[in-house]
Every structure is written in C-alpha cells, then in structure tokens.
C-alpha cells in the first residue's frame, strides 16, 4: 500500500484521512496509458502505480528494443540477461496485472501510425516510467491532462540514460528519483513535481538501487495521480539551469564503476521488490 503524500515536494508531509477521504470521494476514473520499458525496474513501478489506484483505466505500452550497437559494453549485455531472467521470474510469481500482461509494443510514438494508436485511446493521461522513446509535440498535446515521466535521478543534475549509475560512480551520498511533466521534445526537462530522495546502497547492485527508487518514486506518482482524479492541479516548478546530460556508459565508465567495487547486477534483485516476511 502507497503512503499518500500531501505535497509533492521533499519536505512534504503525509495526508491526513480526512483529506483522503474528501479526494478520492471527488475523484474522477481517469482512463491511463502507460508508457514503459519491458525491463524488471519498469514492470514493478508501473505494477505499483496501477496497485496504488486500482478504480483507474489502465492500458500499456513497452518500448521495444533498441537497435543492438556493435559497441556495447558486454557488462550492460550481462546485465539486460539478468534482469531479463528476473522479469521473468516476476511474470511467473502472479504479481503483475492484465495491463502489463496484455502490453503491446509503441516503438515509433509519434509516426502517423503511433499518434493514431494513442488518439484512439482518447487517455485523460500518460505516465511514462523509462519508456526509451522521446514523445513530441502531437503525441504529447493527446492527453488531455498531459504527460507525467518517472525518471530515476535527481534532477537537472542527473539527465538522461542510467542516471543511479552515474551518480553511484561519481560517489553521491544519496539517489534520487524525480517526478516532473514532459512538455516537449527536451529529454528530462519538463517542470518538476516532486523529488525524493533515499540513501545510496553501495553494498548492493546498480539494479538493486534502481529499484529501491520506485518505492518512494511512486508516491509521487500516486500523489500526483491522486490530484488530477480529484480535478486539482499537481503544483509544479521550473528547472533550474544547469545540471548535465549523460549517455550511456562506455567500456572505460564501468571499469571505472568496478574498480570501486561496485557491480551492475548480482541476481539477487528480486529482494527488494518481494514482500517482506514478518
């Protein structure tokens, strides 16, 4: 169960259930199209978005693969196989709904067929959580109540490709996740909705922290969520300027990410996202 929160900022307290109460009686079923990527982390955000307001419509797309690049670090090869065989043990465990299960694939958005498949959706709302594709200006301007991106950094200091990697590598006592709006084309960039922030975990996995993220992350989402249903508007604030863009690491970044004794992926990742045992 998501741990509502009344604001949407770091310092933002829990709602009390009175105020609960008052919302989700005004609350609206939105119909949702779920943007995302067919890799452990994304499945578990989004299976936790959908949990956290199950009276909503929910329909989801994957991404699709990338085209493969000669030049690809063999550790981020050994990774997607460890992650691919921990999404399946999550599909097997019953853990996931029909929208995940039924998710077809969007990898051109904004091709004529793309923006055809989303006007006939007619969403109130998209919420994207590491869907590899960037959306412009007709695909973002169909939903009515905009576009919402998860994306797993603190931002504008860490935009762009595998930002709990970079932050890992350059030591940073803490991780972060941020909630803002896409509003254009610029990747990363939209006004900020809420931002949390949780310890770094440097005895345990990239993935492992990745994953630790969308706990506290999907607050935000549901919170957000929550508001619009309700008609109120998510209070969000410009970026500040500054912060950097990173791409995806070469060969010479994870050396330098191993040499600090850190690894990529273990397998044993699937503890942070099970149920804990009492």
């Excluded at 990527?37 to 329909?59: C, M, N």
């Amino acid at each position: 169960m998501l741990r509502f929160v009344a604001d949407f900022n770091e310092r933002a307290g829990t709602i009390g259930s009175h105020a609960i109460f008052q919302d989700r009686r005004r609350e609206v079923p939105l119909n949702i199209v779920l943007l995302g990527h067919d890799d452990l982390p994304s499945l578990y955000a989004l299976q936790r978005v959908i949990e956290a307001a199950p009276q909503h419509g929910y329909t989801a797309f994957f991404s699709g693969d990338l085209p493969a690049s000669r030049g690809t670090p063999e550790a981020l090869r050994e990774l997607a196989e460890v992650d691919a065989r921990l999404c399946e043990r999550l599909r097997q465990s019953g853990r996931l709904g029909k929208p995940l299960l039924d998710a077809a694939t969007l990898p051109q958005p904004n091709s004529a067929r793309g923006l055809e498949t989303l006007e006939r959706l007619a969403p109130d709302l998209v919420i994207s959580i590491r869907y590899r594709r960037i959306l412009r200006d007709e695909a973002i301007a169909i939903p009515r109540l905009g576009v919402l991106n998860l994306h797993s950094g603190v931002l504008p200091d860490y935009k762009g490709v595998m930002a709990t990697f970079w932050a890992m590598l350059h030591g940073e006592p803490t991780i972060g996740a941020t909630l803002h709006r896409i509003i254009d084309s610029g990747i990363d960039t939209g006004p900020v909705i809420g931002l949390c922030r949780i310890p770094a975990a440097y005895g345990t996995s990239y993935l492992a922290n990745v994953l630790r993220l969308y706990g506290p992350g999907c607050e935000l989402v549901a919170a957000a969520l929550q508001a619009l249903a309700a008609g109120r508007e998510p209070a969000a604030t410009p970026q500040e300027s500054g912060g950097r863009y990173f791409s995806t690491p070469r060969a010479t970044d994870i050396e330098a990410f191993m040499e600090r004794g850190l690894v990529l992926a273990n397998g044993l990742e699937m503890a942070e996202i099970e149920p804990r045992k009492t």
